[in-house]
């Protein structure tokens, strides 16, 4: 029998001594959960961006029905705001593993007018009306997303199957108590699951992981040079959809992405890690949270995140 | 005055290696739970800045001014109606490292519905820390907490004794309200107690051992929670080998494109059929005798395959495909176990359920009950007790409301696999489900 090309002396060695490291119950608990859902769900899919946590969480199906391929498609929520490598990155992605994609286009609400832009030009909050839509077009009774629970205070208060009525709605307030490893998935029709298989992991959990695994991912992850300009005390790239104001100035800085999400945004940190190793210590030793570094539109209020899930975000 | 500057995180760059560690959290309103947990994350340097910035601003905003520092609730307070009220509706999830160890906590809410949301939290606990006010001591609600603890067979416990800098750090009062925490836990059977005593406001033996209780010569709390053991690292060398059956993985679907692209691979790959589960218990090895549950049948073990590598053995709690010597019949729900250590099936349970929904249940009442990977039909046969939380002691009872712990007669529609809860919290525990609406109505456990 042929061992696939991943993590294989780690894993022996520590299955040989018996102790398992945080990375690998982590990694273990995300299979459990994975696989739960493929046997008890009829149609689930995977929410994929490109973006390291659902990069992770697709790693992880790959390994969970080895040698098998993934049991499950693919859905991108497209902002018609991504970063091209992001895309690029996407398309490989599904193509390697002979996936399924199916794309949800912010851009096509706009241009029929299901939807209007917002004044301030982020498409985040729009992409929850496209995701419903597609969610019931396929039918789909069961979404896997890449959340975790330390990336905001709404998230840390959320199951790891998290029920949703056919609004998509989540309820903080009636949520289904999550006992031992029982995840209960069970719902009446129209009513779906969200899925969150890294709950458990941190940021640098999450780091630690690809570079255990050589997880490849867009290279916006990494230290490189690009025009940007300074506005809400981020860098924001300079772009089709990102244009500076006349009194922002556009410079040349090395930055790096800690969040790939809307370029309208999304911001960089300036960093000179360029490979993993320095991400993963540029990680450890960071003094702000991913989001409160990158993410615009969690800066809305202090419960953006929680309204915008209380109407079907994932 | 609380420190709010923050620096560069404890946790060591790059280190791998580290365990993981459960541990969930009991307190009453007012025992000052939020201000330990703000206190632990605080000091061991898991609130970044900017999460640090929004508090302090919504604090000042609320009127926590100069001098009173300000207000922990709000770090672990995370949703508005939380905020508004200033209570914590539910469970929340905090994660924090050292060094050493990867914590996961969860935070539970002290009130109103303290049962059933700290047996949520402390289904997976490896440890619950149990909150005193050391001017009030051992309190009816810490009987409950310490009952519930016990019931559910947590590990480990930790009593802090808290307000202590409000006490005078006196020796003698800690070691009274400790004295009534002893023999409060003997009673009930516990174990492995750890107290000490801390004050969360001043942090003293939160994270690093205080020169104000000089007569203490204990660990402080997170010294305690990175040395104790982990449940995995506690029993799977005991245990029976158990492996619920999540599905089946015979790649009809198609292989992984890097194996169907070899077409050696292909071909070697073209029979693959594997049991895929996550280990409850114990270790299994490529050559051990094996059982499947329900149809008894023996084989060995041909292969074992961990995330896509072929290992000799594995154990809980690893995620495996397990392939077998003969071609047997275990679909989901099926167990694999070691041979001659299965347990005989059971069509009737007595249980002890933990009643979580708001509708009461009763005699006659047609259920699911869901136990590792199998969900079957059930039908309340009786209700035969309910525990008073402050005696402890059973007394007669026909329905269970919620936060209620009780004892029940369950009938299955199929034989599941129950072994005592003590021996196994995995193949000991299982779900009460609404059949309409899937609702999770109680939590159960099998007595020994």
């Not at chain 2, 136990?371 to 939380?389: E, F, P």
Request: charged share 25%.
């Amino acid at each position: 029998m042929r061992a696939a090309p991943v993590s294989g002396e780690r894993t022996a060695a520590l299955a040989q001594c018996g102790a398992l490291d945080a990375l690998d119950v982590l990694e273990a608990e995300s299979i459990h959960i994975i696989r739960e859902v493929v046997a008890e769900f009829e149609r689930p899919v995977l929410l994929f961006s490109g973006g390291k946590d659902s990069v992770v969480v697709l790693h992880l199906a790959a390994k969970a029905f080895w040698p098998g391929k993934v049991p499950f498609p693919v859905l991108h929520v497209d902002t018609g705001h991504n970063f091209p490598e992001v895309l690029a990155f996407r398309d490989d992605t599904v193509a390697r593993l002979g996936l399924r994609l199916e794309v949800a286009s912010v851009q096509d609400y706009l241009d029929d007018g299901r939807l209007q832009e917002r004044p301030d030009g982020t498409r985040n909050p729009l992409q929850t009306l496209p995701l419903l839509d597609a969610i019931a077009a396929g039918r789909h009774d069961a979404v896997f997303g890449g959340a975790r629970r330390d990336e905001d205070k709404a998230r840390a208060k959320e199951r790891i199957i998290s029920l949703r009525d056919e609004f998509g709605q989540w309820d903080p307030r009636n949520q289904r108590p999550e006992l031992w490893s029982l995840y209960n998935g069970r719902h009446t029709p129209g009513q779906h699951v969200r899925a969150f298989p890294i709950s458990n992991w941190t940021e640098l959990d999450v780091w630690r992981y690809i570079e255990r695994e050589g997880i490849e991912l867009p290279p916006l992850y990494y230290a490189h040079e690009r025009e940007v300009f300074r506005r809400d005390g981020m860098w924001r790239a300079v772009g089709e959809v990102s244009q500076p104001l006349q009194s922002e100035t556009v410079e040349r800085r090395v930055v790096r992405y800690r969040t790939v999400g809307d370029m309208s945004c999304t911001g960089a940190v300036e960093s000179e890690a360029s490979d993993v190793t320095a991400v993963v210590a540029e990680v450890a030793r960071t003094t702000v949270t991913e989001r409160g570094a990158t993410r615009a539109d969690d800066r809305l209020s202090e419960a953006a995140m929680e309204d915008r899930k209380k109407d079907g975000y994932f | 005055m609380t420190d709010v500057s923050t620096s560069a995180p404890r946790v060591a760059t790059g280190v791998g290696g580290s365990t993981l560690f459960r541990f969930a959290t009991a307190g009453s309103v007012d025992d000052g739970k939020s201000t330990l947990v703000g206190r632990l994350l605080h000091d061991s340097k898991a609130i970044l800045a900017d999460q640090l910035e929004q508090v302090a601003r919504t604090s000042s905003e609320r009127g926590f001014g100069q001098g009173t520092g300000f207000d922990f609730a709000l770090l672990t307070d995370g949703l508005r109606a939380e905020r508004e009220q200033g209570i914590t509706i539910d469970v929340a999830y905090r994660y924090f490292s050292t060094g050493v160890r990867s914590f996961i906590l969860a935070d539970c809410p002290g009130h109103v519905q303290y049962t059933r949301n700290m047996v949520t939290g402390a289904t997976t606990a490896d440890a619950v820390v149990v909150l005193i006010d050391g001017r009030k001591g051992v309190l009816e609600q810490t009987r409950r907490h310490l009952a519930v603890v016990a019931l559910l067979r947590v590990p480990h416990v930790i009593v802090a004794v808290n307000k202590i800098d409000l006490l005078g750090y006196d020796e003698q009062v800690f070691a009274d309200v400790s004295g009534q925490v002893r023999e409060v836990a003997a009673g009930l059977g516990l174990v492995d107690v750890h107290v000490l005593p801390v004050s969360a406001l001043e942090g003293d033996n939160v994270v690093d051992r205080s020169p104000n209780t000089p007569w203490y010569d204990g660990p402080a709390l997170l010294e305690l929670l990175e040395a104790l053991p982990a449940h995995d690292e506690l029993e799977t060398e005991f245990d029976a080998f158990r492996l619920p059956v999540q599905l089946v993985i015979r790649p009809q679907g198609g292989l992984t494109p890097e194996l169907s692209a070899d077409p050696e691979a292909s071909e070697s790959f073209r029979d693959y059929r594997a049991f895929a589960g996550r280990v409850a218990s114990g270790r299994v090895r490529v050559g051990d005798r094996v059982a499947v549950f329900p149809s008894g049948i023996e084989t060995t073990v041909a292969g074992i395959d961990v995330a896509g590598t072929s290992v000799d053995e594995a154990s809980a709690p690893q995620s495996i495909s397990l392939r077998l010597a003969d071609e047997v019949d275990a679909a989901r729900g099926a167990v694999i176990g070691g041979a001659g250590t299965l347990p005989a099936g059971r069509r009737e349970i007595d249980a002890e359920l933990f009643q979580l929904d708001g509708r009461p249940l009763t005699a006659g009442a047609r259920v699911l009950v869901k136990h590792g990977t199998h969900t079957v039909q059930a039908i309340v046969a009786s209700i035969d007790s309910r525990r008073d939380l402050d005696t402890l002691a059973d007394e007669p009872a026909t329905l269970l409301e919620t936060n209620d712990i009780g004892r029940a007669t369950l009938k299955l529609a199929a034989d599941l696999p129950l072994e005592p809860y003590e021996a196994n919290r995995h193949a000991g525990s299982f779900l009460v489900i609404h059949p309409a609406d899937g609702a999770t109505l109680a939590a159960g456990i099998t007595p020994g």
